[in-house]
C-alpha cells in the first residue's frame, strides 16, 4: 500500500491519561485516517492494557519497570509487545512503523521521547509544554536538521497557530495567552494560603491530569505556556503576555501592528486542538461540539495579578536568563506539586520551593542535552531537600 493511502500511524505517549484518551476517541472516529501503533502510561497498567487490546498497536510501553510483568501477561496472548521504561518510550517515538508522536506524558518525562522522534524526523502533536520550557533552544536547533514538524496540542498555542495562519509574522505586534484564573481567581492573598489539594483540583471549566490542574491554580501553566509560545513561533518574548479569561471562550489571540486582533474562539473541549494537530493543521468534521455565541451570556478580560500569583513572574525569568534556568523552574515545581498533593507541601510553599531551588541550582548558559539531564536531577534534589527542611 502506497504511503499516501493508508492512515497515519501514530505513537499516543500517555495513553491513558486527559489528552491521551481524547487523542484515542478521535483516533477510534476516524479510522480511514489514523492508526495507533503504539501506546504508552505511566503505572496504570490495567488501562493501559485496555487500550491496547481495543487498539492492538505493535507495542505497549510502560513506564515503571516493575509493571511490564503484568503488562505482558495481559498483552503478549494478543500479539502486542511490550516494554519498560524511559529509554523504551524514546525507542519507540522513533519506530519506523511510527509517522507522528503524540506526546502527551507529565512534565520532564517528554522531553527524551521528543528528541528522539526530531532525531528520527516524525511529526510532533506536543501536548507536553514542558518539553518545549525545559529545552525550547536545543529542540528549535535540533528542528533545524530534521523534516520534523510541531504541531502544538494546546488550546492556547494551539488558537495561535490558527490566528497566525497565512499571516506574516514580521506583522504580529503581541501574542494574547488566555487563562483560565484557575479555582482561586477570586481568592484573597489570606485564603489563597491555606488552600487544599482537593481545593486546587476542582477546576471551573476545564477536565485534566492533577499536575496540570495544580499548575493551572498556581498559574505556573500560564508561566510555561508564555515561554513555550517564544520557542513555538519565535516571537519576542516581549510581545508575548497574559490575559485572564474566566469563560474559556477565547483560547488565544493575536495582535497585529495594524491594531487588528484575531481571536480563535471554541466551547473548552480537548478534542478540537488535539484533531487540528493530529491533522498537521486539517480540519476534521465534528471534532468538538459547536460553540453558539447566543448562548454566551458575556465574555470578560482581567489582567493577571503576579502579588497573588508569583509563579507567573517565573515566566520572564525563565526568559530572560535562558540556559537551564527553566528546567531549574520545571523541575522544582514537578517536585513541589507532588508534595503538594501528598500533603507534604502547602499552597504557596509550590513558590517558595521553585525560588529556593533557583537560588542554589547550577546554572548553564548554553546546555547540551546531557546538561539539561543533570540539571533536572540536580534541581530535584534541592527542591526534595528544601520540602524535607521546611
Known amino acids: 500500500m502506497k504511503k499516501e493511502n493508508r ?20 483516533i477510534e472516529r476516524h479510522p480511514d485516517l489514523y492508526r495507533a501503533t503504539v501506546v504508552s502510561g505511566g503505572s496504570r497498567v490495567g488501562e493501559l492494557a485496555a487500550v491496547a487490546a481495543r487498539l492492538r498497536p505493535r507495542l505497549a510501553v510502560i513506564a515503571r519497570r516493575e509493571l511490564l510483568g503484568e503488562l505482558r501477561r495481559l498483552l503478549e496472548p494478543l500479539g502486542i509487545k511490550c516494554a519498560a521504561g ?15 508522536v503524540l506526546t502527551a506524558t507529565v512534565g520532564y518525562s ?9 532525531k528520527a524526523g516524525k511529526d510532533i502533536a506536543l501536548a507536553n509544554k514542558e518539553t518545549l520550557v525545559v529545552a525550547g533552544d536545543l529542540v528549535n536547533s535540533l528542528l533545524l536538521h530534521s523534516p520534523s514538524k510541531i504541531y502544538p496540542v494546546d488550546s492556547e498555542h494551539s488558537a495561535i497557530a490558527q490566528c497566525l495562519a497565512g499571516e506574516d509574522k514580521a506583522r504580529v505586534a503581541r501574542l494574547i495567552v488566555t487563562a483560565s484564573g484557575g ?10 494560603e491555606r488552600v ?14 492533577a499536575k496540570i490542574t495544580v499548575d493551572s491554580a498556581t498559574m505556573m501553566n500560564k508561566a510555561f505556556e508564555l515561554i513555550e509560545a ?36 471554541g466551547v473548552p473541549d480537548m478534542r478540537l486542538p488535539i484533531a487540528y494537530a493530529l491533522g498537521c493543521h486539517r480540519r476534521l468534521p465534528s471534532a468538538a461540539r459547536p460553540l453558539t455565541l447566543t448562548d454566551i451570556c458575556s465574555l470578560t478580560f482581567e489582567a493577571p495579578d503576579y502579588d497573588r500569583f508569583p509563579c507567573l ?15 531549574t523552574i520545571n523541575a522544582a515545581n514537578e517536585v513541589a506539586v507532588a508534595a503538594f498533593l501528598d ?19 547550577s546554572f548553564v548558559a548554553r546546555p547540551a542535552y546531557d546538561d539539561y539531564v543533570a540539571c533536572n536531577a540536580e534541581s530535584r534534589a534541592i527542591a526534595n531537600e528544601f520540602i524535607t527542611k521546611n
Open 7 to 26: 492512515p497515519k500511524r501514530i505513537a499516543v505517549l500517555g495513553a491513558t491519561g486527559s489528552i491521551g484518551t481524547q487523542a484515542i476517541d478521535i
Open 196 to 209: 487544599t489539594p482537593a481545593d486546587a483540583l476542582n477546576h471551573p471549566n476545564w477536565s485534566m491530569g
Open 230 to 265: 517564544h520557542h513555538l513561533f519565535g516571537i519576542e518574548p516581549e510581545k508575548i503576555t497574559a490575559v485572564v479569561h474566566p469563560q474559556s471562550i477565547v483560547h488565544s489571540m493575536v495582535e497585529f501592528t495594524d491594531g487588528a486582533i484575531k481571536a480563535q474562539l
Open 343 to 361: 500533603g507534604r507541601l502547602g499552597f504557596t510553599g509550590i513558590y517558595r520551593t521553585i525560588e529556593a531551588t533557583l537560588q542554589r541550582a
Open 183 to 192: 479555582p482561586f481567581r477570586t481568592y484573597p492573598k489570606s485564603l489563597i
Open 86 to 100: 524511559a529509554d523504551a518510550l524514546a525507542e519507540a517515538a522513533s519506530a519506523d512503523d511510527v509517522d507522528m
Open 110 to 118: 517528554g522531553l527524551a521521547p521528543t528528541v528522539a522522534a526530531i
Open 313 to 327: 513572574n517565573l515566566a520572564k525569568t525563565a526568559m530572560e536568563r535562558r540556559g537551564t534556568c527553566a528546567c
